[in-house]
């Protein structure tokens, strides 16, 4: 039996196993890095749109959010609309019927740019990162 005793390892086997242990935590941290920045990523940015100053969460039963692609159309009893868009996690208004189509024209909104908006103002519709 092996109980009580300790086994004696050379300085060139303990220097190959510190190799080891430093190879494999470096493996562990860039496979954790990766896993929550690229595979399972979730965009934790949130947009709001609010239209006569009333906040906008789902538009025909479907959630607005950034991790949820699609087009959505907002409009009201007078046949205004517009449309938005969400793709790779960025919003932008595709569509309008104002006349000078200006929300449609800014392309999508730049997170990194602090406070940057769509507005249209015929429709009284803002678009902002919250």
Do not use: W
Not at 57 to 63: E, I, S
Not at 92 to 118: F, M, Q, T, W
Request: hydrophobic residues 40%; aromatic residues 6%; glycine residues 6%.
């Amino acid at each position: 039996m092996l109980i009580g005793k300790r086994v004696k390892i050379s300085e060139e086997q303990n220097k190959k196993l510190e190799l080891i242990a430093i190879i494999c935590l470096i493996a562990f941290a860039l496979t954790t890095y990766i896993l929550t920045h690229f595979v399972f990523k979730k965009d934790t940015r949130n947009i709001s749109i609010f239209v006569d100053g009333a906040r906008i969460t789902q538009v025909d039963g479907r959630r607005i959010d950034l991790n949820t692609p699609g087009s959505y159309t907002i409009g009201d009893p007078n046949g205004d609309f517009n449309i938005i868009e969400i793709k790779d996690h960025k919003v932008r208004c595709i569509d309008a019927n104002c006349p000078d189509k200006i929300c449609v024209s800014h392309g999508y909104l730049n997170p990194e740019i602090d406070n940057d908006i769509i507005v249209c103002a015929p429709h009284r519709l803002t678009i902002q990162y919250q």
